[in-house]
């Protein structure tokens, strides 16, 4: 999609827009989601998570979408993580009862859980929503950006850690257009879909995290937070995602000149999750690949992911996915294939 063409549509009056929006003088106020309907409510109390399912269908790992104007979002969470990029004007946010002020080209990357109100956008903010699920951030995602500390710890810890404090990093306006063009660019991809959209959209959001990245270290006013080591951690789940089948916690320590003991500590202080945990993980995500796409049976696909105990293996899948392995192939089967 030109690139003109997705300027003029953002600022067009969207579907969402017309039904929910307010005015510039009278802007309307959403504190809370009753079903699927935004609505508002005094009497409201406590944080509203908003849940995955009301922004992403079952196949779509980022969303796109612009934040619609003329409306005063109360304080809400989200189960997924947030970038909010502002294209022209301004964002105002509360984020964790701070009052952030996002200027044009500033993008604002929120953990999950993280609390924050937005203020009604007038009509020339335009502000550009990227909503990531925490699965897509899987091990070899995570290896490409090992490198860089700043968002290999963000985001392992919004996917595995069980936090009380939630986290968000504010990302200045670079130097050059690079940013904006990659976000126009995946948006497009979005709207417009066609052959290998979801893979230009993947290599769109690795240039997006690149040139965030090397937005944030030419800040001179930004101090970087206390990190682990990231690269010790990536190469751990690098080594889980390629030997899921047959790795031990010996085989897995022995790999890292660890004792099994003190791997066990390391995983599960920076990840919040225990080996067998994560080993469980990541052997029910490739089943579920196996799912959707091969005929194999239930019971040739617990084999070839590694569990030799059928029953363990239903057990260990629905406590994760909250259905049976022949129920999420139904499901699967009967959705029809978006972006």
Known sequence: METTIIEKQLREMSDYEKKYSGTAEHPKHYSHLEGSELTFSQEVQGLDIVPVDYFFKPDQNVVFLKHP????????????????YV??????????????????????????????GIESASENDII???????????????????????????????????????????????????????????????????LCSNEAINSYMLLIFTELLRSYNSSSNLKEEPTFKKAVISDILSYMEQNYQTMTLETTAD?????????????????????????????????????????????????????????????????????????????????????
Not at 133 to 143: E, G, H, N, V, W
Request: with cysteine; hydrophobic share 35%; aromatic share 12%.
């Open 69 to 84: 104007r003329f409306i005063k979002f109360t304080e809400h969470r989200h189960s997924f993580i947030e970038m909010n």
């Open 87 to 116: 294209y022209s004007g301004t964002c105002t946010q509360y984020i964790n009862g701070k009052e952030v002020i996002l200027k044009e080209g500033d993008l604002c990357l929120l953990d999950t859980n993280v609390m924050h």
């Open 128 to 194: 550009i929503n990227i909503m990531i699920r925490t699965s897509y951030f899987d091990s070899a995602l995570l290896q490409r950006l090992s490198g860089n500390d700043l968002l290999t710890d963000f985001f392992v810890n919004a996917i595995y850690q069980q936090k009380k404090d939630s986290r968000y990093i504010i990302f200045p306006k670079g130097q050059n257009n690079r940013l904006k063009e990659f976000i126009l660019q995946a948006l497009g991809e979005f709207k417009q879909t066609q």
């Open 255 to 339: 790999r890292f000149h660890f004792h099994p003991n003190h791997l066990t500590r390391l995983l599960k202080t920076n990840l919040g999750k225990t080996f067998i945990e994560l080993s469980h993980q990541l052997k029910i995500k490739n089943a579920c690949t196996l799912i959707e796409n091969t005929d194999l049976t239930i019971d040739q696909i617990a084999n070839k992911v590694g569990y030799t105990n059928i029953t363990f293996f239903y057990k260990s899948f629905k406590k994760i996915h909250g259905v049976t392995p022949a129920e999420y192939r139904k499901k699967n089967s009967e959705s029809p294939t978006h972006l």
